[in-house]
């Protein structure tokens, strides 16, 4: 989608679509704005600006105008929704042009504001062009705003046109990695491969500027990441542990803050030897949204530049039965040297984490360390699917998570890390245990797993995001992914600075 910022002249667009809240209908001055209606009258009497409404106010064929409400105080979540549904519910109406006309809504008097309106609408405008049908092989109709030949032309008055274009571009950019990234969580178990995830580093990090390594199963081997080896032993994929790195382009000898990722990479969880049940197993597919959050948060990162030291590590294998699979019972060796009594094979994610979390600590030695994975149906049950459990002893590392997801709608909320549930976790055989074996605590008791291999890192937080990663985002027939996590964590990261 290319993007043009343009000042609101007396000429007609294509298409033209105006953002209002209800408290703007008042006072909005739509004289001498169509040549053939009297638009005034029919916006009191018929649009109510609430949001996701809108009013087609002029029809012919060279000046279309639509309404848009946002409602009243929208927030970013909030104007993207609209803007996505609305692109969706239209997209057999819309052309490739696109008008976007700010100077109807008083967002537009206020810097932060319009940022913020710009930004999400061009976001929203991007998602809407979505297609889930990945495998479909006929009657694909590709979305106007999707063609190569797209443009959205945004009037706003000159005051604040410089930041109304970099937030359209802001806007776009975390758009088109979050639909890239909706592709690999959507993809199922037998496409979206370990391979593929490694693949997918490796061609975003050369085109936009990122390091990227992915270890082999020899290699894998030779480091001794033996936990990501043990869940493999089901599969039958080569695992892959995905290492990048990314730092600004004009670095020099700046002092930059130091952030590391981990993301759990499971591209198919059958729950192993202790094997899930078959209702919903396919949703399983998704249990890779982790990486995914830190795929797309490597590669938006590197688009924007920030001055940030990045690195993000994703172990990625699937979780399968097998002869040669791991038993519970079992008890296997790590990175870090620490020994795991198998409880559950099903508990997966934490055993892979484990390991990313451990090289990346020592490899590294990052100032901030953070992991993000559908880990615990216990999260689920607890928040729902409104935001993500996070866990860390670190309270400002909590506020600034808390703030970076209310900005962006990618919410996260706290949960204890109270050292009395350790004793959870103890094994009579080995270093650790990997499921407590009780019916409660489940997500907590995972986080506290985590922990023991952090060496304990002052500023690490666990981000279980198993309810918010995938789910009934009300533009698929089933459940499918959502993007979450590169908004909140690049949020993160730019307020880091
Ligand atoms: N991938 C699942 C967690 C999950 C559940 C993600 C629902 C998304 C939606 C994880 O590997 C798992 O199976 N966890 C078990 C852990 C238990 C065996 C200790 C769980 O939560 O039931
Ligand atoms: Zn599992
Ligand atoms: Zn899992």
């Known amino acids: 989608m290319k993007i043009k910022i343009k000042h609101p002249a007396k000429t007609t667009w294509p298409l033209v679509i105006i953002p209002m809240m209800p408290r703007d209908l008042a006072s909005a001055n739509f004289k001498n704005f169509s040549k053939k209606e009297d638009l ?7 649009f109510s600006a609430k949001k996701a409404t809108c009013l087609l106010l002029a029809g012919s064929q060279t000046e279309q105008i639509i309404l848009v409400g946002i409602g009243e105080d929208p927030t970013y979540k909030d104007i993207l929704f609209v803007f996505r549904k609305f692109a969706v519910d239209h997209k057999k109406q819309l052309n490739t042009k696109l008008t976007l006309h ?8 206020n810097a932060q504001k319009i940022t913020l309106l710009t930004a999400a609408a061009v976001n929203g405008l991007q998602l809407s062009t979505y297609d889930i049908g990945l495998y479909k092989t006929h009657d694909k109709i590709v979305h106007p705003l999707a063609k190569s030949t797209s443009t959205l032309t945004i009037l706003v008055d000159k005051t604040f046109q410089n930041e109304v274009e970099d937030a359209a571009l802001e806007g776009a950019a975390k758009g088109s990695t979050q ?8 993809a199922p178990g037998n496409k979206a491969i370990p391979e593929v995830l490694g693949q997918w580093a490796i061609n975003s990090g050369k085109r936009f500027g990122y390091k990227t390594t992915v270890f082999s199963k020899k290699k894998i081997t030779s480091t001794g990441l033996h ?3 043990a869940v493999n032993r089901g599969s039958e994929y080569m695992p892959a542990f995905v290492v990048m790195e990314y730092k600004p382009k004009n670095a020099g000898k700046k002092k930059l803050p130091k952030v590391g990722l981990v993301g759990k990479g499971v591209t198919f969880d059958t729950g192993g030897i202790s094997i899930k049940g078959h209702q919903n197993m396919h949703y399983m597919k998704s249990d890779m949204g982790g990486a995914a959050a830190v795929l797309g948060t490597m590669e938006l990162t590197a688009k924007l530049q920030l001055p940030v030291h990045l690195i993000g590590i994703v172990p990625a294998t699937d979780n399968c039965v097998d002869a040669t699979a791991i038993k519970p019972g079992d008890v296997i060796n790590s990175y870090s040297g620490k020994t795991i009594e198998i409880i559950d094979t099903d508990a997966e994610g934490r055993l892979i984490l484990a390991d990313g979390l451990a090289y990346l600590n020592k490899k590294f030695n990052p100032e901030i360390m953070l992991d993000l994975a559908t880990l ?10 409104q935001c993500g459990a996070a866990f860390s002893k670190n309270e400002q590392l909590i506020a600034q998570l808390t703030a970076a997801g209310d900005a962006t709608g990618e919410r996260i909320w706290p949960l204890p890390l109270w050292d009395d549930y350790q004793n959870h976790m103890d094994s009579d ?18 986080a506290k797993f985590l922990e023991f291999f952090t060496n304990k890192h002052p500023q690490w937080a666990h981000l279980d995001i198993a309810g918010v990663a995938f789910g009934d985002t009300g533009f698929s027939k089933q459940k499918s992914a959502t993007g979450y996590g590169v908004g909140l964590l690049v949020e993160f990261l730019k307020n880091l600075v």
């Open 40 to 46: 005034p009258k029919k916006i009191i009497s018929s």
């Open 102 to 109: 700010l100077s109807f809504t008083s967002m537009a008097k």
């Open 429 to 446: 055989v080995a270093d650790i245990k990997n499921f407590s074996g009780r019916p409660v605590a489940g997500a907590i008791s995972a």
């Open 179 to 186: 639909l890239s990234i909706m592709d690999l969580v959507n």
């Open 376 to 385: 615990t149906g216990s999260s689920v049950r607890t928040f729902g699917y």
């Open 227 to 229: 936990a990501l080896l």
